[in-house]
């Protein structure tokens, strides 16, 4: 488990690392580029970089974890990746379902494989599915993640490169949005974030605003309109209330 410096989580749990372009929100992609440092440094699970690899050895680690935290699944890849064998993917929800005291958090651009795995999948209630959404052309990713057994859903609207001025939410637990950052960011602007903002507002959907982004992301901060936005739905209720530990 690693401690995770993203706003929404606590931790990290790897259990399949690399991925493949897809889509205009890959072009900077951060796990890329960590990846590679951790090549360099001889990590292990980094010996062939960014091609994807499953690792068998990590796929029990959240059984051992008996504090409660909220994980992100594969910071590191993309669990739907089209490569990953289904079996792979069910096992990894097999431990997420007997891993009950923890909350999973698991994201993907790969909407359509999603749908195509998810009547083969065990549903916790500890299981968070997600989808990216970085622009107007990638909204089908909101209709076929409604329509998973999910039984909790959001939108990771980062990095944020358009705006997205229709939203139909019924059905979305929580929406979080994001500018790019590091090297080569590309900006997003005020009013994309505030339309959001107000479309899950007048949806009764909570809304996290993660960060302006940009080459020195801490300088930009994360206020909107002069506060910060930290609102989580219902299944991470304790740690709307600030129980994290």
């Not at 690693?2 to 399949?16: F, G, H, M, V």
């Not at 994201?107 to 959404?133: A, C, F, I, Y």
């Not at 990095?159 to 979305?172: E, K, M, N, S, W």
């Amino acid at each position: 488990m690693s401690k995770s410096a993203i706003e929404w989580t606590d931790s990290t749990w790897n259990p399949l690392t690399g991925c493949t372009k897809v889509s205009p929100g890959c072009r900077n992609c951060y796990a890329e580029r960590m990846a590679s440092r951790l090549q360099a440094m001889g990590q292990p699970n980094y010996a062939i970089g960014f091609s994807l690899a499953l690792h068998e050895q990590v796929l029990e680690h959240p059984l051992k974890w008996r504090k409660p935290r909220t994980i992100f699944v594969n910071s590191m890849g993309d669990l739907f990746h089209e490569n990953v064998p289904e079996e792979f993917i069910r096992r990894v929800f097999d431990v997420m379902a007997k891993a009950h005291w923890h909350k999973f958090q698991v994201l993907t651009k790969r909407s359509k494989r999603l749908t195509e795995v998810s009547p083969h999948l065990r549903w916790p209630d500890n299981v968070l599915m997600g989808v990216s959404v970085e622009n107007a052309s990638y909204t089908q990713r909101i209709d076929h993640l409604k329509s998973t057994g999910a039984r909790t859903k959001f939108l990771s609207l980062e990095p944020l490169l358009g705006p997205l001025p229709d939203l139909r939410l019924t059905g979305i637990d929580w929406v979080i949005v994001g500018g790019e950052s590091g090297p080569g960011a590309r900006p997003i602007e005020a009013p994309w974030v505030a339309e959001i903002r107000n479309q899950c507002l007048a949806q009764s959907v909570p809304f996290f605003f993660k960060q302006w982004g940009g080459v020195r992301r801490r300088l930009a901060g994360r206020l909107l309109e002069g506060r910060t936005w930290d609102q989580y739905p219902e299944a991470l209720r304790q740690r709307a209330l600030g129980f994290t530990d």
